[in-house]
């Protein structure tokens, strides 16, 4: 569909990471339910498809359900630190920022 976009997801939850610079830069958009999901799913996918799961440089939560932010929050310091949501969706507090 496009260059450099790749689906990480369940077959029916999603995560997409958008690469650039030859995997110096990833940027996921959504981080399923759980840190499980996304160490397994995104952390996991991003290393067979060859890329750093470290350099991920942005999480982009598409809005506010469990299975879009669910990861991000509990997947530790990596991820919020890079974390971006929109203050309208009503996350509960979960330790986001």
Not at 54 to 82: C, P, Q, T
Request: proline residues 3%; contains cysteine; aromatic residues 12%.
């Amino acid at each position: 569909m496009f260059n450099n976009v790749y689906y990480l997801g369940l077959d029916d939850i999603a995560s997409w990471a958008f690469v650039e610079k030859s995997g110096e830069e990833i940027y996921i958009l959504d981080a399923l339910n759980n840190a499980e999901e996304a160490e397994q799913y995104i952390a996991g996918g991003l290393t067979e498809l060859g890329f750093d799961p470290a350099n991920i440089k942005e999480v982009f939560i598409g809005h506010g359900h469990g299975d879009h932010y669910g990861g991000a929050v509990s997947a530790g310091d990596l991820w919020r630190r890079h974390l971006y949501k929109n203050e309208r969706l009503g996350l509960p507090r979960c330790g986001l920022p």
